[in-house]
């Protein structure tokens, strides 16, 4: 078995000396992780993920683009799980008829988690020590539902990663079959007919080396634009990372002083 190129590109501890993910909300909040803190959140998502799921089930990551939910992607690829990415209801029937495996689902919001054996839900605040109700009117967690933050910091801040093959599934992305074009998510995904009600279908899955590998001319430039739905965010963030820079992401709800000051800030363009 060769070497895992996916795991490779995520931080480790050792990278304590300068950014690897940097976020800028819709408040103007701007988070700084280095490689170590990102590691210890990575290594912690992903000592739950090996203790309460079982090998073979995938971790479903609802909602939008967040640095918490993009390092819960990161956790899962250490702990050698697949993600799945699509809205709730589709991820639901998709586990109904067959098409995915889901083994806990986590998302910023109740109405983002999908069908599981087990769910998780993150804080949106930056400094959150646990689950803030998402911004909406629900403070108090649903019934058997985690904290994304409370409840995995008993969890190492550092575990080795899980032996895992090139070929095995990294990434799928679910859209309704009756969704029509443009309707699914992002640049990984194509588009379906067929009635509003058919099961849905996988219409992107790779293998980790495939996401590792990343798609061709990654390693240009690109200017710095609010960040899109997960399954655009996370080519972005592997690619900077296959660099050993650091990923800037800026929320789809910041406002256009918000994206000025992060083009002024970090200087990408």
């Known amino acids: 078995?060769?070497?895992?190129?996916?795991?490779?590109?995520?931080?480790?501890?050792?990278?304590?000396?300068?950014?690897?993910?940097?976020?800028?909300?819709?408040?103007?909040?701007?988070?700084?992780?280095?490689?170590?803190?990102?590691?210890?959140?990575?290594?912690?998502?992903?000592?739950?993920?090996?203790?309460?799921?079982?090998?073979g089930s995938a971790?479903?990551?609802?909602?939008?683009?967040?640095?918490?939910?993009?390092?819960?992607?990161?956790?899962?690829?250490?702990?050698?799980?697949e993600v799945v990415l699509g809205r709730a209801g589709t991820v639901t029937r998709a586990?109904?008829?067959g098409v995915v495996e889901v083994g806990l689902s986590v998302a910023l919001v109740p109405d983002d988690l999908a069908q599981a054996e087990l769910q998780v839900l993150l804080p949106g605040s930056p400094l959150a020590l646990r689950w803030d109700g998402g911004g909406g009117e629900v403070r108090e967690l649903p019934p058997l539902v985690l904290d994304g933050v409370a409840d995995v910091m008993a969890y190492p801040d550092y575990c080795p990663?899980?032996?895992?093959?090139?070929r095995a599934p990294a990434l799928t992305v679910l859209a309704d079959a009756g969704a029509g074009p443009g309707a699914g998510p992002g640049p990984l995904a194509g588009s379906g007919a067929g009635p509003g009600d058919a099961p849905p279908r996988a219409v992107t899955r790779l293998d980790r080396a495939t996401l590792a590998q990343g798609p061709s001319g990654d390693r240009e430039r690109v200017p710095l634009t609010r960040t899109g739905p997960l399954d655009q965010a996370l080519p972005l963030v592997l690619g900077a990372w296959r660099q050993r820079r650091a990923a800037v992401l800026v929320s789809p709800q910041a406002g256009e002083d918000v994206l000025a000051a992060a083009r002024r800030q970090e200087l990408v363009g």
């Open 161 to 166: 990663p899980a032996a895992a093959q090139g």
């Open 1 to 55: 078995m060769g070497p895992d190129l996916l795991a490779s590109q995520i931080p480790s501890k050792a990278d304590k000396d300068r950014p690897w993910l940097v976020w800028y909300g819709p408040g103007g909040e701007r988070v700084e992780l280095t490689g170590h803190v990102a590691a210890m959140w990575v290594c912690k998502a992903a000592g739950l993920l090996e203790e309460q799921t079982w090998p």
């Open 59 to 81: 971790v479903h990551v609802g909602g939008a683009t967040h640095w918490r939910t993009v390092l819960w992607c990161a956790g899962a690829w250490w702990a050698g799980r």
């Open 95 to 97: 586990v109904d008829a």
